[in-house]
């Protein structure tokens, strides 16, 4: 059995949760996901406070889908009650990122400035003492996590100087330039 198939979800307060056919809604404070399965392979039940998801059979798909379905289960409920969030970092001389409207305006060394559309339901804050810094957040943590790659791939950080887009959290180990030539 799925070590993490069989833990249960507890349903925090404030958190409303509708099992359908074949669909879970989720809604809190933050707003409302919803998330469809495949009802041949698994089961979701609401039980007072609690989520449990049930496999039908012991298939390898089922199986599979046991442990993926609970965890986006609680990835929805801690969604919509605390929501998700990514640090970035622009490291470089010269690199800005700056928020015009719903847009991200990057100077990354570029012969012209990058503008990267933000997607709705994910809200971006800078850093109060470095403009180079700033959070993406969300309630969806797969959209979350998907924009901050997007906007990491715009110009990965590089081995030689560490200059570019990075996590805040991301270790980047630097590479040894070109020696001087011994005579």
């Not at 990267?116 to 700033?134: A, Y």
Request: no cysteine; charged share 25%.
């Amino acid at each position: 059995m799925s070590r993490i198939g069989k833990k249960v979800i507890v349903i925090p307060e404030g958190v409303e949760v509708n099992v359908g056919d074949g669909v879970v809604t989720v809604k809190g404070k933050q707003g409302e996901l919803s998330q469809t399965f495949e009802s041949q392979y698994v089961s979701i039940k609401q039980e007072g406070t609690e989520l449990v998801v049930e496999r039908a059979n012991d298939t390898k798909v089922a199986r599979s889908r046991h442990g993926l379905y609970r965890s986006l289960l609680a990835n929805m409920i801690q969604g919509v009650t605390d929501g998700f969030a990514k640090s970035l970092e622009v490291r470089g001389v010269g690199y800005r990122v700056a928020q015009k409207g719903q847009d991200l305006e990057f100077n990354l060394g570029y012969s012209h400035p990058v503008t990267f559309n933000l997607p709705e339901g994910i809200k971006v804050t800078f850093d109060e003492k470095n403009n180079n810094i700033f959070t993406l957040s969300g309630m969806n943590k797969q959209l979350v996590g998907q924009v901050a790659a997007n906007i990491r791939e715009l110009r990965k950080p590089e081995p030689y100087k560490g200059k570019g887009i990075r996590y805040t959290d991301e270790h980047i180990v630097l590479k040894a330039g070109k020696s001087a030539a011994s005579a």
